[in-house]
């Protein structure tokens, strides 16, 4: 079994990976995760999002997700 700690970073609250939990998850940093609860606070199906497929659907996501910052600077 492997612990994972839940904590606060800012105003977000965020679960801390091991090294260990990263190797087993074959996860690393920007990863996406998806988690399915089953009720009473049980985990169905933990699944990991891949970007293999497209090479460029990180670049675009990232994007997508900053667009707004990056329209502040051309005003």
């Known amino acids: 079994m492997i612990a994972l700690k839940v904590e606060k970073i800012g105003d977000r609250i965020a679960v801390v990976l091991t090294e260990e939990a990263l190797a ?5 940093v920007g990863d996406v ?17 891949t970007w293999i497929e497209d090479p460029h659907a ?3 996501a990232f994007l997508r997700r900053y667009n707004k910052s990056f329209e502040r600077f051309e005003g």
């Open 24 to 28: 087993h998850l074959n996860l690393g």
């Open 33 to 49: 995760l998806h988690v399915e609860p089953s009720g009473e606070g049980m985990v169905r199906e933990v699944t990991r999002e």
């Open 58 to 60: 990180r670049g675009r």
